[in-house]
């Protein structure tokens, strides 16, 4: 029951970040979105996925190892934006 809840609770906040990786991928705008708060949540949730995969706790594994990989893309594409000057940080 408990891995159950852990799963609902993966499922739900995880499933928060498809819009935005989605919007950002199509439109490449990241305006809106800084630089340094995605570089520590990014480095955030890798750290979360570390702690589940040494806790061997699989909500845990499930929701950061996608949500790390969904912040990877927006984080990148801030990152291009800023590099070609596009934006600022």
Do not use: R
Request: aromatic share 16%.
């Amino acid at each position: 029951m408990i891995d159950l809840i852990g799963f609902a609770a993966a499922i739900i906040t995880t499933s928060s970040f498809f819009p935005q990786a989605i919007k950002t991928w199509k439109t490449k705008d990241t305006t809106g979105i800084s630089l340094i708060m995605y570089s520590f949540f990014t480095i955030g949730v890798s750290l979360w996925l570390i702690y589940g995969i040494l806790i061997s706790d699989y909500p845990l594994i499930f929701a950061n190892g996608i949500s790390f990989v969904l912040s990877l893309v927006i984080f990148y594409i801030k990152l291009q934006n800023v590099l070609k000057n596009k934006e600022k940080i």
